[in-house]
């Protein structure tokens, strides 16, 4: 039996490829679910304290991805509180529960966001840059880095994954580009010139494990990879990676806002973020370019 890893928020777009891939590492993968099903499943529940402690037994490394999904719904003020709470509660059970059992995780991963850093335009963005504005995203990723960093205080080794746009079939913001190409119509957001930093999900996944594996690897680094794209070349080179034709045209910033409301930002907002320090601490991207990344995904 490899090492225990536990795994918070183990069913989303990330979590339910990571698991596979921990699996396959051998590590023994525990999920923290409202729902337990299987035999290594435990119930939780953040928002009301609730957590089966049995989780806790013996693990090596807890891995926090839980939260809300940002773009689910329409960001009503309740919403919001919900974004915001679901994570700085996770965090705030877990460390609960290492208090009450009195033994601690020799690391503890947890998932943040670049919209940490705000909408900022041309300006490449390092993990020591100050936000851009004061944005509703800016506010919920700052209150959940705060939150593990008071985990990181009880003496763990905590390592922060600001992570940016995932690219996967399954889901995010590729699935959105996929739905008009496939009616021959590639339509990018606002004028296409806001940077895009993403990451291929598997490359994500691998950069969790890395920090699960590293023991010298600590503090906060960028998921995205080393090459971020403006959003309507993303949209060109998804339409040349389906072998796709198509006609390019833009779903005006103003049409979004009034759509989406608030939550327009998550599509409108331009993030050119550097990758450097997790590059310079050694990881090494399977997909540093969005071409390679974007054949390998269909």
């Not at 339910?16 to 590492?25: D, F, G, I, K, S």
């Not at 327009?264 to 990881?283: E, M, Q, Y």
Request: net charge positive; aromatic share 8%.
């Amino acid at each position: 039996m490899g090492k225990i890893i536990l795994l918070a928020g183990g069913s989303g777009l990330i979590g339910t490829r990571l698991a596979e891939m921990l699996r396959l590492q051998q590590y023994t993968v525990r999920l923290l679910t409202r729902n337990p099903k299987g035999p290594d499943e435990f119930k939780w529940d953040p928002l009301t304290g609730v957590i089966d402690e049995a989780a806790l037994e013996n693990v090596d490394t807890v891995v926090n991805l839980a939260g809300a999904g940002i773009a689910d719904k329409r960001w009503t003020q309740a919403r919001k509180r919900e974004i915001i709470e679901s994570r700085v509660q996770a965090a705030r059970v877990l460390s609960s529960a290492f208090d009450r059992i009195g033994v601690l995780p020799k690391a503890y991963i947890a998932a943040s966001a670049i919209g940490i850093y705000g909408n900022s335009g041309e300006r490449m963005m390092s993990e020591t840059s100050v936000a851009a504005d004061h944005s509703f995203m800016v506010d919920c990723c700052q209150q959940w880095e705060a939150a593990t960093d008071e985990v990181g205080k009880k003496g763990i080794r905590t390592v922060t994954l600001r992570i940016g746009v995932v690219l996967a079939l399954e889901g995010g913001a590729l699935a959105a580009i996929i739905k008009p190409l496939r009616l021959g119509l590639g339509a990018y957001f606002g004028n296409g010139q806001a940077w895009w930093s993403w990451i291929h999900r598997d490359d994500v996944c691998r950069m969790f494990l890395w920090a699960i594996e590293q023991p010298t690897v600590e503090g906060v680094f960028n998921a995205v990879a080393p090459n971020p794209i403006r959003g309507a070349q993303l949209v060109r080179e998804t339409a040349k990676a389906m072998g796709k034709r198509a006609l390019f045209l833009p779903a005006p910033s103003l049409v979004l806002r009034l759509i989406l409301g608030e939550m327009s930002a998550v599509i409108l907002n331009s993030n050119h973020i550097t990758a450097s320090k997790s590059t310079k601490a050694g990881f090494q991207f399977l997909y540093p370019n969005i071409l390679k990344a974007l054949v390998s995904i269909f």
